[in-house]
């Protein structure tokens, strides 16, 4: 089952970031968190993962907090493309992928 | 990046009816497939874990002999939906864990209608 707790919905406008936020206190050790996005009537696209480390690529930046607890998805320069679920997901390899509810962004214009 | 394909994006069948979804690892070898179905404006739900050359593992609540999943091998698994039902219309989605085991790739999706 899911671990994590996302806002339903936020809105951003565009050009400014996004950060969406994301709680997942029971986080085990081994597990990673994984944010994906998906847009109305896609397969999921992923965005990018961590362990402990912050990381960032071409797409967004992750923050994770130093206890793991909690995490945010910040997208530098949201641009109206950008309008999504996100979804965040706590996993660790060999276990099964589950979704949580997510967070449907807006940007405005 | 890794692609994950699915066929056919779009299927009417009538009730009574099978229907085969495919979901293929094109420049990658999977070893774990998942699939999923997602009603409208909800999340998606893990139907199945299918692992090459092993029987799939269902999730609770869902009909192995309803939805039958083959993953006969690295880089295609199956699902049938049998005897199919209008309530079995859904979005039916599947992804595959690339080779280096920690990154996840989706398909387009499937859209199953049943009539």
């Known amino acids: 089952d899911a671990k994590t707790t996302q806002p339903t919905s936020m809105d951003c406008a565009e050009g400014r970031a996004a950060n969406l936020p994301c709680n997942h206190s029971t986080i085990s050790g081994n597990e990673y968190v994984y944010w994906y996005r998906q847009i109305h009537s896609q397969g999921p696209q992923y965005i990018i993962h961590?362990?402990?480390n912050n990381e960032t690529n071409e797409m967004a930046s992750l923050i994770i907090t130093e206890d793991r607890k909690s995490s945010t998805l910040i997208l530098p320069h949201a641009t109206l493309r950008d309008t999504a679920v996100y979804y965040c997901i706590v996993h660790y390899t060999g276990n099964q992928f589950y979704f949580g509810t997510g967070t449907s962004l807006t940007v405005i214009p | 990046g890794a692609v994950v394909s699915q066929h056919p994006s779009r299927v009417i069948c009538k009730s009574g009816t099978s229907v085969k979804i495919e979901c293929r690892s094109l420049?990658?070898?999977?070893?774990?497939m998942f699939w999923y179905r997602q009603f409208p404006k909800k999340s998606l739900m893990l139907m199945a874990t299918s692992n090459e050359g092993s029987k799939a593992t269902y999730e609770q609540g869902v009909e192995k002999d309803k939805f039958l999943i083959n993953h006969a091998s690295l880089t295609l698994s199956t699902l049938t939906v049998t005897s199919a039902h209008p309530e079995d219309s859904s979005f039916y989605i599947c992804?595959?864990?690339?080779?280096?085991?920690?990154?996840?790739?989706f398909g387009e999706g499937s859209w199953l209608t049943v009539v």
């Open positions: 420049d990658f070898q999977a070893t774990t």
């Open positions: 961590g362990l402990k």
């Open positions: 992804s595959a864990r690339g080779q280096n085991g920690n990154t996840i790739y």
